[in-house]
């Protein structure tokens, strides 16, 4: 079992600061669409990032498992939130994922990765909303 620690502390009107002991802070807000300020980190932005970011590691874990070389591996997530019965969720998630291959050969076996990392996530099987997963392969 592992746990993670985190602290947020209250700055002015609709902003904080988030803290992780031996990380840089992270300065977060309100969402402008609901009254916060422009240019911070929001926690619907945070959410969406920490899927991305999850796919990503667990991404990595299994095409260096499974040998496959790649030259770059980029991505960019849309984080969909709708009002529900309970209030404001999250309605889906996509992440696209561009994975250029050193060898084109291993475009099966790199979607067949991309698919294990999609699965195995731990933020995504945590959800309740759809993650979805699109690869591109260069």
Not at 3 to 25: L, M
Not at 102 to 112: G, I, L, T, V, Y
Request: with cysteine.
């Amino acid at each position: 079992m592992w746990t993670y620690q985190t602290s947020v502390e209250w700055k002015t009107d609709k902003q904080g600061t988030a803290h992780c002991e031996g990380k840089p802070a992270i300065d977060v807000a309100t969402p402008p669409e609901f009254g916060g300020p422009e240019g911070f980190w929001t926690p619907e932005d945070l959410m969406t990032a920490a899927v991305e970011s999850c796919i990503m590691a667990s991404a990595l874990f299994f095409l260096n498992r499974g040998k496959i070389g790649f030259r770059s591996y980029s991505s960019h997530a849309a984080g969909t939130m709708e009002k529900g019965p309970s209030g404001l969720v999250f309605s889906r998630i996509s992440v696209t994922v561009t994975l250029e291959l050193e060898d084109a050969a291993q475009a099966d076996a790199a979607r067949k990765a991309l698919q294990q990392a999609e699965k195995t996530c731990p933020l995504s099987n945590t959800l309740s909303c759809p993650v979805e997963l699109t690869l591109e392969i260069q």
